[in-house]
């Protein structure tokens, strides 16, 4: 019995080494994760993208409710829907035959359910798996219902990068904002930004200070203001006012000089024709002196 166990042991210990050669350790121990693909994610596409650059590892399921839908939207009226479902087909091709990572069809019916999304979510409960989706409703649902969801858009809404307040860019006003004196562009990653002062800057490119910013359940806005460039004046155009002071000043001081001058000439008048009176009283005296006849003694 002893060898028994010792054979077996040995065993296990050969192929744990093999097998540690061929996989790793971590290999052999892991599970691979399940993520389920809906027909929002194949229409989508960008999971090609994001298998190809290794972000996602794990095995992805394809069910066969989801290439029946694809199908049914592919032969219907709507060339809207017909084109997209088409190109979501096309993407399954695509993973079935390029795709690094392991893709399976999954074939399980039920018949307890009806809508799509009913039977994604008993699928991801039944396989345990994650599910990828860009339908925000029924990741929603999905969520409440205890499933992990992957969705590509809250990704790539949290990859965004952040416009700090006091930040400076360059926007190009598109169109008027809901409130008066408002005007909206796009960041280049394609963030809304509503700019105050702005309206009347629409098809202009125009320097914006940002504020603040605010999430929202659709993504992230960014609010801002124009920034008004403050051009120095020239100093010819500086000078007027202290001239206009100093003229004012200089007026008004002839104004109280006039009536000082007008009185010193008055008085120099007076004192003229003062001092004339004088004179021709002397001159007078004098000519009644020489009229006067000599006293001979």
């Known amino acids: 019995m002893l060898d028994i166990i010792q054979t077996i042991f040995l065993i296990f210990l050969a192929w744990f080494i093999v097998a540690r050669k061929n996989i790793g350790m971590a290999q052999l121990f892991s599970k691979r994760r399940k993520v389920i693909l809906d027909s929002c994610a194949l229409i989508d596409g960008r999971i090609i993208e994001i298998v190809n650059s290794g972000f996602i590892a794990d095995e992805l399921v394809i069910p066969q409710f989801i290439l ?20 979501g087909l096309d993407i399954a091709h695509q993973l079935q035959d390029a795709s690094p990572v392991t893709v399976t069809i999954d074939r399980t019916i039920f018949p307890e359910a009806n809508a799509i999304d009913d039977k994604l979510v008993l699928l991801a409960k039944k396989s345990n798996a994650r599910l990828y989706t860009t339908d925000f409703n029924l990741g929603k649902v999905a969520a409440v219902e205890g499933i992990k969801v992957l969705n590509i858009n ?16 360059t ?9 008066q004196g408002q005007g909206v562009g796009y960041l280049e990653d394609g963030t ?15 320097p914006v200070t940002v504020t603040r910013m605010h999430q ?10 124009v920034r008004e460039e403050r051009r120095s004046q020239p100093e010819a155009a500086k000078t007027p006012v202290p001239a206009v002071q100093s003229g004012a000043a200089t007026a008004k001081h002839r104004v109280m000089t ?14 003229g024709a003062a001092a004339h009176g004088t004179g021709d009283k002397l001159h007078g005296r004098l000519q ?6 000599a006293v001979i003694n």
């Open 68 to 87: 029946n839908e694809l199908q049914l939207l592919a032969d219907g009226g709507d060339a809207h829907k017909r084109e997209r479902a088409r190109f």
């Open 154 to 169: 809250e990704l790539v809404q949290s990859l965004r990068p952040i416009s700090l307040p006091g930040e400076t860019l």
């Open 171 to 179: 926007i190009k006003i598109i169109q008027k904002g809901s409130n």
């Open 192 to 206: 809304m930004i509503v700019v105050d002062g702005a309206a009347k800057h629409i098809g202009r490119s125009v």
């Open 216 to 225: 929202t359940m659709a993504g992230k806005m960014v609010f801002g203001q």
């Open 258 to 271: 006039i009536p000082k001058m007008a009185s010193g000439v008055k008085k120099s008048v007076m004192s």
């Open 288 to 293: 009644k002196l020489r009229r006067r006849p």
